[in-house]
């Protein structure tokens, strides 16, 4: 009797089976079995179907609208964040992300055609986008939502499998992530791994196709090493000391009202927060009024008790943070609570760069100012350090704003504001050099986590025009090349036919008479 399944459907129930009942993975340890439970249902084929990818980011969707409680309510315990805090900075570019790829994906997906040589002008080129396979996505604590969950939408639009691995740091948020992505998304194509050290090493010992981590430096060339060992290729998004250079001709009011939000925000725990200042010394006086004036605003007379005012993530942070003030002078603020982990909005003035505080990122609320002499020692100054993850200027001289951008090199450039271009999807963002390496945010997410195939599909016909690369190689046959090879042009559909036809000619006399 003929079987009613196709061959593709036998294989495609066999691999659900496998998934049901896989006798060698009861031998596997917790992250080898999440490993491997995503490659199998990866290769039963169904995340490459588009209809499928886009159930998958609707229902991730609906989790963002149905769990915002829950999602608040972790953040608070772990960070101190307000429910509207939450929001603001983690689920609501999320949303906007999902939408986007929801929106974009046939467009994203599709054979991409590029420009042909005369060659190859009869042929099919194109570049067609394809899952690499199982991903790994190690978030960050500092916005656990936002870090973690963004890389996972650009890993399911491209269609892959991905295993979640939330840092153990934000303990509420990790248990919550943990709990809710498997009830509105596909567990065996993401699963969620939690736990600490031990566990992610195991998670670095498996074969990934890819491996995408949020994090610092010097975790970062761990996860390098360990991927290397797979020649895996890594989407490193680091950090480190993001310089802000105020002109001394500018608004230095809206600068520092700028520069106090995106500095204090989250309790300074952002990767592209400004780290410090430099500015000339007749400006600092002025600087600092008006940064403690924005901090007035912002958090109240007691910062301690306003809610949109975050707390250290734990004590062992706290204390590394209290440590970097040793050698500098407090200008603004200093309170501080170990137990509630909470350090208030720092100003320190007259830092010199060999201070502690200068020598690592601070990812806290201290914001030292470094009294420079003018453009040429701010740009020297920042050059002598490693690249940054964002670099910031405040000027209303154009000839300024252009010269810092076109004499530094940074992850990103922003020149009168903070932090902002992490909202907008259309850039791409990611570091250079020791900030990292990779990008992603909306279309970028998506081919960072694709293959773009390079694809040349020709038909068995005009046999003549190849007889020029076909030995014996002769002059005249390398003249023919030059000239078939490196000529490109753009004459539209009709310029098109009308050198296809051409194209026919040739070759039919190339037949007859240069190759006897």
Not at 80 to 109: D, M, P, R, Y
Request: net charge positive; hydrophobic share 40%.
């Amino acid at each position: 009797m003929q079987s009613l399944f196709s061959p593709a459907d036998k294989r495609t129930i066999q691999a659900a089976e496998d998934l049901k009942y896989p006798s060698e993975i009861i031998k596997m340890s917790r992250e080898q079995q999440a490993v491997a439970r995503a490659r199998k249902a990866f290769e039963t084929g169904r995340p490459r179907s588009l209809e499928y990818r886009i159930l998958q980011l609707k229902n991730l969707q609906r989790l963002f609208l149905e769990k915002q409680k829950e999602i608040s309510d972790a953040s608070k315990k772990d960070l101190n964040k307000s429910e509207v805090g939450t929001q603001l900075f983690e689920t609501l570019g999320l949303e906007g992300e999902i939408s986007l790829a929801i929106q974009k994906l046939k467009e994203w997906a599709a054979p991409r055609p590029v420009e042909k040589n005369l060659l190859t002008l009869s042929d099919t080129v194109y570049i067609q986008p394809e899952p690499l396979g199982v991903v790994l996505i190690i978030g960050a604590w500092n916005y656990p939502w936002a870090v973690t969950i963004q890389p996972l939408i650009g890993a399911i639009a491209a269609g892959n499998a991905a295993v979640v691995k939330p840092s153990e740091v934000c303990v509420h948020t990790a248990k919550v992530m943990e709990d809710l992505l498997p009830l509105y998304l596909d567990k065996e194509l993401y699963p969620v791994v939690t736990g600490g050290v031990p566990e992610t090493q195991e998670l670095l010992r498996q074969r990934f196709d890819h491996i995408f981590y949020t994090g610092n430096s010097m975790v970062g060339k761990v996860i390098m090493e360990a991927a290397a060992k797979h020649l895996t290729p890594v989407t490193l998004e680091l950090g480190g000391k993001s310089p802000c250079y105020i002109d001394k001709n500018c608004d230095i009011s809206i600068a520092c009202r700028r520069i106090t939000w995106g500095k204090y925000t989250n309790c300074g725990q952002t990767c592209i927060a400004p780290d410090y200042i430099l500015c000339e010394p007749s400006i600092q006086d002025r600087v600092i009024e008006e940064v403690k004036k924005s901090i007035k605003d912002f958090y109240t007379d007691n910062p301690k008790t306003c809610p949109d005012y975050g707390r250290i993530i734990n004590q062992r942070h706290f204390k590394r943070i209290m440590g970097l003030l040793k050698d500098s002078t407090v200008a603004a603020g200093g309170d501080n609570d170990e137990s509630n982990c909470f350090i208030g909005p720092i100003v320190l003035r007259d830092v010199k760069p060999e201070a502690a505080v200068m020598q690592e990122e601070i990812f806290g609320p201290l914001l030292p100012i470094l009294p420079v002499s003018g453009l040429d020692e701010a740009i020297k100054f920042i050059n002598k350090g490693e690249k940054p993850l964002a670099l910031y200027v405040f000027s209303a001289d154009e000839k300024v704003i252009n010269r810092m951008r076109d004499e530094t090199s940074s992850g990103g450039f922003l020149a009168n504001d903070c932090l902002v271009h992490f909202s907008v999807n259309s850039l791409p963002f990611g570091g250079v050099g020791n900030s990292g390496m990779g990008r992603y945010h909306g279309k970028y997410s998506f081919d960072q986590l694709s293959h773009l195939r390079s694809c040349l599909i020709k038909k068995l016909k005009m046999e003549g025009v190849n007889n020029m690369r076909y030995p014996p190689h002769t002059p005249k046959k390398l003249g023919w090349a030059r000239f078939f090879i490196l000529k490109t042009f753009d004459l539209g559909w009709v310029g098109r036919m009308l050198l296809l036809a051409l194209l026919a000619v040739v070759a039919a006399v190339l037949l007859q008479k240069c190759f006897r």
